[in-house]
């Protein structure tokens, strides 16, 4: 069994930046996909950004083009979410996930077709 733990989230104000870890283990991590989603109050989860499975092909949603940055560390079984320039319409709890997925289907893909999903991490911005 997989575990997933976010961390790094916290409040900051309007052009701040985070920077988010999703910790994995009982996984090896460069098998999978990763996922980072995020949900705001009354809104549905929406898929922020991925790596997909095999290639080094990473995918973003048009509101964070330019801003966020998604990578992995294999080696410490860690992957990030760099937030930059950061809205308040940044504002959700953001989680990352793991599974079998290729190509841009990592970033549209239904809950249940990642693997293991972490608890989630609060981002707040305001000011």
């Known amino acids: 069994q997989a575990q997933l733990v976010e961390s790094g989230g916290g409040s900051v104000q309007p052009g701040g930046s985070l920077r988010l870890s999703c910790a994995a283990s009982g996984v090896t991590l460069e098998y999978y996909a990763i996922g980072w989603f995020r949900q705001a109050p009354g809104k549905e989860r929406e898929g922020v950004s991925c790596i997909s499975n095999w290639e080094p092909k990473t995918y973003y949603a048009d509101s964070v083009k330019g801003r966020f940055t998604i990578s992995r560390d294999n080696a410490k079984s860690t992957a990030y979410l760099q937030m930059n320039s950061l809205k308040p319409e940044d504002t959700a709890v953001y989680y990352c996930?793991?599974?079998?997925?290729?190509?841009?289907?990592?970033?549209?893909?239904?809950?249940?077709?990642?693997?293991?999903w972490g608890q989630g991490t609060q981002v707040t911005v305001s000011s």
């Open positions: 996930a793991i599974g079998g997925l290729y190509g841009s289907s990592c970033l549209t893909a239904l809950d249940y077709e990642y693997d293991y």
